[in-house]
């Protein structure tokens, strides 16, 4: 059973979608590569969200699954000359089959050292990637990938992202609006109580963790095409750490907060960068910010401003 | 296996045991200072890293800048450390201790961004060296081999650590009292116990232990930007592998860390990294709780 999308939300959907598709009409380079990135960047935190905002699992390792889907899309088509409609869905079966192996171990426990054993199982990936050199080139970074030649350009890689990106967070919607996904919410507000009911918690949180990670995947094979290479930073925990963020920015109570979060931080990274090194700085404040103030999230302060011009009461 | 056959050689097998011993008795100290903040507080404190860093930094200005020795300077840099961790506790940490797991990881990653530009704007972007301490800058003979002294003085240092530890919190009334705080602050507080100073207290000691972990460390590892990121996970892989919040867990996680690091990258040249993190998942195959950990509860 899908609850259906309401009318606003799917007109503020079809007015984005097109304003993504006319954005390479007007021919602005820069906006481009900006724009790809964020649509990237958003189906990474969407896909995090499936874990957290739903299934109440903070994992501190979601870069894993997006730089196995990046290195192994990067890998097999320099290294191995494969065609992209081969690499890109093996690079996602992959970080799918990683995400499968470790929701089995990380699933055992809960909470807090849910969270310490991503991020542990995180820092193997990274430590293989930067150790393995004949395969990724190790912390030189595996640069140069061969682009498909229907790809090759600006504007072609563009569309296709954004065809990827649309595609994949319309599944995703359908995933967390279904049946599965209010047990997930179930879930997490009261595991006990889900238990009680009859869900095996341990096999729906499994479960959010590979569709987590699978999308991380997606994300991160479009993100090594994107950059026409992958760097072991990527894999790095404080990545982890970066996409938790704009997640909690946005807003993990709500579906599309996290792509909102991905875009004003991505936005606010580069303005800052204009100006000064010290974006760690900024990111720190804005981090300060949302867990004091903030806590859930843009959307969350969005929904309080219009209660309170509405003069309704506080309801989510 | 070239290194295997290197490892029947006993002098080669002593200097590799060494290495391991000195390097866990180091890392001891910095995750003791972690496990001991996560045991009363029930935080995980990424910004441990940083107070390393910053500690290690703070032996490099202390000793080699201001030249007043590398002992004082160990001590400046717990004192440094235990200072910066009290007025982040008093500033930010107390509102947090009631809110979700979740945001306390991100405000401890928060403190992380910005003491690392911190560093940059004190310290720069150089690498610094520390020089040993004088009477430490050679090395002991040990009748198979001779070994650097000073790595020698840190296989000591750790157990005097961790019996210092030990005995403070199990053998003396503020032991008791952070023991009492973990299981019923409420309660404690109605009899009359200032809890936050407690609270207070874990956190300057714990966070003084990574100073001066960082500190001793300096003239090994030099203080250099970007270390806080590395130490602080692989102090989490010993804290886990010994179970979070015990004490002799850390020490043996530790143990165990050192001997796989230099084991392994001795067997399997530049696969350390990798080994580590394998241990990791071998113990939790075994205890999901870590060594020494309790199961927690639902």
Wanted: with cysteine; net charge neutral; hydrophobic share 55%.
């Amino acid at each position: 059973m899908t609850s259906p999308m309401s009318k606003p939300a799917m007109l503020g959907c079809l007015l984005v979608l097109i304003a993504l598709a006319v954005i390479p009409l007007l021919g602005d380079k820069h906006a481009m590569d900006v724009t790809v990135e964020i649509m990237i960047l958003a189906l990474f935190a969407l896909s995090l969200n499936v874990l957290i905002g739903y299934s109440g699992n903070v994992s501190f390792g979601h870069a894993a699954y997006f730089a196995i889907g990046g290195y192994t899309n990067a890998i097999l088509l320099t290294s191995y000359d494969l065609p992209i409609l081969v690499s890109m869905p093996v690079s996602v079966l992959f970080a799918m089959v990683a995400a499968m192996f470790v929701a089995w171990f990380c699933t055992r426990l809960t909470d807090i050292y849910f969270a310490m054993l991503t991020l542990a199982f995180a820092m193997l990936v990274w430590a293989v990637l930067f150790k393995w050199r004949g395969m990724t080139n190790g912390d030189d970074g595996f640069v140069g990938i061969t682009i498909p030649a229907f790809l090759d350009g600006r504007i072609p890689l563009y569309y296709f992202t954004l065809i990827v990106v649309a595609a994949s967070i319309a599944l995703l919607w359908l995933i967390c609006h279904s049946a599965f996904g209010k047990v997930l919410v179930a879930v997490r507000e009261n595991r006990t109580r889900a238990g009680f009911v009859g869900v095996d918690t341990r096999r729906m949180r499994w479960t959010a963790f590979v569709v987590a990670g699978t999308f991380a995947g997606i994300a991160g094979s479009l993100f090594a095409l994107f950059k026409s290479g992958m760097y072991v930073e990527n894999a790095f925990w404080t990545q982890s750490a970066q996409v938790l963020i704009m997640t909690l920015l946005g807003g993990m109570y709500s579906f599309f907060g996290p792509a909102i979060g991905a875009a004003v931080l991505h936005m606010l990274e580069i303005t800052t960068n204009r100006y000064t090194e010290y974006w760690p700085t900024v990111l720190g404040g804005i981090l300060l910010v949302i867990l004091l103030f903030l806590p859930d999230g843009l959307v969350g302060l969005a929904q309080k401003v219009k209660n309170k011009f509405s003069g309704s009461g506080g309801a989510r | 296996m070239q290194g295997l056959e290197m490892l029947s050689n006993p002098t080669f097998f002593v200097i590799q045991l060494l290495n391991s011993v000195s390097m866990g008795m180091n890392y001891f100290i910095i995750a003791a200072g972690l496990s001991l903040i996560f045991g009363v507080l029930r935080v995980i404190n990424f910004a441990h890293g940083a107070f390393f860093m910053f500690g290690a930094y703070a032996c490099y200005t202390v000793s080699s800048e201001w030249g007043l020795g590398f002992w004082p300077a160990v001590i400046a840099a717990g004192i440094f450390l235990a200072a910066i961790s009290v007025f982040l506790e008093r500033t930010l940490f107390r509102f947090l201790y009631d809110k979700e797991h979740l945001m306390q990881l991100l405000l401890t990653f928060a403190i992380v961004l910005i003491m690392g530009d911190v560093a940059k704007l004190i310290w720069g972007t150089d690498q610094y060296s520390v020089s040993y301490p004088e009477g430490l800058k050679g090395a002991w003979n040990l009748g198979v081999t001779f070994y650097p002294s000073y790595r020698l003085v840190l296989c000591g240092i750790g157990p005097v650590i961790l019996l210092g530890v030990w005995y403070f919190t199990e053998r003396t009334r503020w032991g008791r009292l952070t023991k009492a705080a973990t299981q019923d602050r409420e309660m404690l507080a109605a009899l009359g116990i200032n809890v936050p100073i407690i609270y207070t207290s874990v956190f300057l000691i714990g966070s003084a232990l990574a100073g001066v972990g960082g500190a001793l460390a300096a003239p090994t590892n030099s203080p250099v930007p970007g270390m806080d990121v590395f130490i602080i996970v692989e102090c989490f892989v010993i804290v886990i592998i010994g179970g979070l919040g015990s004490l002799w867990g850390s020490f043996l996680g530790a143990l165990i860390f050192g001997l796989v690091y230099n084991f392994g990258s001795v067997i399997f040249p530049n696969g350390q990294d990798v080994f580590a993190y394998l241990l990791l998942l071998v113990v939790l195959l075994i205890r999901p709780w870590g060594l020494f950990g309790k199961p927690e509860q639902a």
